[in-house]
Nanobody, 117 residues
């Protein structure tokens, strides 16, 4: 299974970006997914998770992004997305998507988000 992120780039503080992650496999009702990020010199941080459809599809967010970021899934397109609003410099990082599929975790290679004026 391969995951490919897209949508990163340079945005001004207060701006928005939408990241996408496309899976090479069908996202099933039992799959869970989410996004991590890692800034230079910092530990990887869990940003958002989306539980499997079979378990209710609960969404959870890091306190630092709650209310600003939204995670979503499009099973028909085998994609997940992370919509990010009101971005600030602390949100700058490489963002990685993951997929928990058939008992294994799969990771994308990351997409860079830069927040600067």
């Amino acid at each position: 299974v391969q995951l490919v992120e897209s949508g990163g780039g340079l945005v001004q503080p207060g701006g928005s970006l939408k990241l996408s992650c496309t899976a090479s496999t069908t996202i099933s009702a039992t799959d869970a997914m989410g996004w991590y990020r890692q800034a230079p010199g910092k530990q990887r941080e869990l940003v958002a998770t989306l539980g499997s459809f079979a378990s209710g599809g609960d969404k959870n967010y890091a306190p630092s992004v709650k209310g600003r970021f939204t995670i979503s899934r499009d099973n028909e397109e085998n994609t997940m997305a992370l919509e990010m609003n009101s971005l600030n410099v602390e949100d700058a990082a490489v963002y990685y998507c993951y997929l928990h599929h058939e008992g294994r975790y799969y990771w994308g290679r990351g997409t860079q988000v830069t927040v600067a004026s």
